[in-house]
């Protein structure tokens, strides 16, 4: 992954709500795109109308959802960002320019030529996650050594083609946690808050409306 969009994330405050916001969520994700074309040279165009699509998908199942957030904070922050990426996935919001190639030797080069897209979308999302988990617990998860690995990303390419929830589990596997691979997009599935909930820690409560998507 290449992670230095991450500062530019962590220098907005409150992120975790701002991302929230279409206009917000819009324009990092075009921030994004465009330090990864500077890194590679790859050149992407966004169709603005499947973005919106992406945002709007994504906030409706993460607020049918955000009552686990009370369970275990920095996991639903990561199943959030699996959510939109999932979304990101499915919908396809981007597309390489038919001129564009990968420049230079950078570490991760090979995977942005196998899948330009897919490393677009994961690293908006593993840059999010990183910032956010900087500005609310201090420091970012780490990332697991297979993040950097092209077989991994010919497994995630294939299987996310057939099941874009599997986008969920490879997410989880890219930060170093153990992904639940037969439901990756059910949150009762997963290890963190079936441990919180089984400690009986808290209870879930209704969940507080979303803000506004298109504030």
Not at 32 to 43: D, L
Not at 64 to 83: E, H, M, N, P
Not at 143 to 170: I, K
Request: hydrophobic residues 45%; negative net charge.
């Amino acid at each position: 992954m290449d992670l230095d969009f991450k500062n530019e994330l962590a220098v907005m405050p409150d992120l975790r709500h701002r991302l929230r916001q279409l206009r917000w969520f819009r324009t990092t994700f075009r921030g994004n795109a465009k330090a990864v074309t500077q890194h590679y040279g790859v050149v992407f165009e966004v169709d603005e109308e499947k973005l919106t699509r992406v945002f709007l998908d994504w906030v409706e199942m993460v607020d049918a959802q955000k009552a686990y957030a009370q369970l275990d904070r920095g996991d639903f922050i990561i199943y959030a960002a699996g959510l939109a990426l999932k979304e990101m996935i499915r919908h396809a919001p981007v597309t390489v320019t038919p001129e564009s190639t990968v420049t230079g030797d950078a570490e991760n080069a090979e995977i942005v030529k196998f899948w330009p897209e897919g490393f677009l979308y994961t690293n908006y999302c593993v840059c999010a996650i990183a910032a956010i988990f900087e500005q609310e617990f201090g420091e970012a998860p780490r990332l697991a050594r297979c993040a950097d690995d092209l077989r991994t990303w010919w497994s995630y390419r294939e299987n996310t083609r057939e099941m874009p929830a599997s986008a969920v589990a490879f997410l989880d596997r890219f930060l170093g946690a153990e992904p639940n691979w037969v439901a990756p997009d059910l949150v009762e599935g997963r290890i963190a808050m079936r441990n919180a909930i089984e400690a009986g820690r808290k209870s879930i409560e209704a969940p507080s409306i979303f803000p506004d998507p298109a504030s």
